[in-house]
């Protein structure tokens, strides 16, 4: 009896487990997966806890944390290695500026970083708001935070709620932190399996836009988790072939993609059916509102890479809208 109850147990446990993989083929509006970039970013300070909250109550399918390592080693949740275009550092800590002006994140112990205010973005040099109609800078009461309660966040309404929303972390700029004597990927990687993510039957997709550090995760690091490798140059898109010995999926610039419309008809390059040829999964970055480019509305941004370019998924700083979009 005790050892049918046992399997019962793992079973249900099992089951209710949804991994990367199965987050794909899940109905067909999630056939396309959207990562909430920065969390609800287009409406709250990014990184913020309260930005992710947003994001995880629009229904993406993952929620984005880019992280860097403080001091005393402690995963930030920040988008920069530097904190003066998001933080009152400044202010606050005006003596500790480097010589070339700015402020590190790696100069901070944790506890520091959590006495800063988080703002909307802003250019440190003339303190000009970056998206002028986003929430407005300076206002509201926020706080920098790390990966681990982030990671606690987002299960415990995993919990509450019964969904099943997963993480997308990205490590920033590996090389600074190895020149500094930190290695970020094995730290990031040790707090990952310890909040169960592990292998790529976990709802967790592992990013990075350094090739060589990627590589090292899956070959020296030994990690099974789901890799992305990130894509900012265009002449990385020629190595597909060596990304693929290594990684599950690419995450470029939906430029890279989208060449220029001709008879009223978005013409793409190569670039999503290469990679599907390799197994390989594209992830595009990043479908703003409020910054359309070419594009005359938001649907016709998201139709065109998700649908005709047939992408995979997007970052998106309006989760809520591409959601919205992907249901109709
Ligand atoms: O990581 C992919 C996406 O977030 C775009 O890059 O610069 O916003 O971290 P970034
Ligand atoms: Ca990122």
New binding site residues.
Partial sequence: MKRLIWVVVVLSFWNCKTSVEESFKKQPMNSKIV?A??GASGYLPEHTMEAKAMAYAMNPDFI?Q?LVLSKDDVPVVI?DIYLDDVTNVAAKFPERKREDGRYYVIDFTFEELQSLNVSERFDPKTGKQFYSNRFPKGKGSFKLHSLQQEIELIQGLNKSTGKNIGIYP?I?NPEFHHKNGKDIAQITLEILSEYGYISKKDNCIF?C?DAKELERVRKDLKSDLFLVQ?IEFPEETKQLNHFATYADGI?P?YKQIVEKKVDGKWQFTSLVEDAHKLGLKV?A??FRADQLGDFSSFEEHVNTLLFDANIDGC?TDFPDKVVNILKQ
Avoid: N, P
Wanted: hydrophobic share 30%; proline share 0%; no cysteine.
């Fill in positions: 990562v970039h920065r984005e880019d988008h990205e920033k990013q836009f990130l995450g610039w992830h970055y990043t970052f």
